[in-house]
């Protein structure tokens, strides 16, 4: 499988040029997406622990971008309502889909909807299966 996790020149070379094939997997391409999980494997944030965060990728469904918000240890869950991720609750970081490598797995991820107005006592929760990511997050010296 082919990813976007290369450097920064040629994930965006390999973004402007998607079709809304490519951008769906349907020809095999993976993109990291609104909705999926980010694994953090290193961190120099005391707030995002390697091992023990994980965040979401924040954003319009089915809308790729070259960098993404990203929102870590988000309390309470997630929403994905009206097509759009969001989240709350945690450090939240702009990342470059670059730094993103597929993880090779998906997970079945709960998120919170609103099926009417939206408000904390209409929440309901819908799971969907979202691509796995990992992001090294450490400052350069």
Not at 10 to 27: W, Y
Not at 30 to 59: F, H, K, N, T
Request: aromatic residues 8%.
């Amino acid at each position: 499988m082919k990813t976007l996790g290369r450097d920064e020149a040629e994930g965006n070379e390999v973004l402007a040029h998607l079709d809304e094939d490519d951008k769906r997997g349907k020809r095999g391409l993976i993109i990291p997406m609104p909705g999926d999980v980010v694994e953090v494997i290193a961190s120099d944030d005391c707030l995002i622990r390697a091992g023990q965060s994980y965040g979401i990728i924040e954003g319009q469904v089915g809308v790729c971008q070259s960098e993404y918000e990203i929102t870590f240890n988000p309390s309470p869950l997630p929403w994905w309502d009206n097509g759009v991720v969001n989240s709350s609750g945690g450090p939240s970081r702009t990342i470059k889909v670059s730094a993103l490598k597929y993880a090779g797995k998906t997970k079945d991820q709960e998120f919170h909807y609103f099926p009417h107005l939206p408000a904390a006592h209409s929440a309901k929760i819908e799971v969907h299966r979202v691509k796995v990511w990992t992001v090294q997050l450490l400052q350069c010296p």
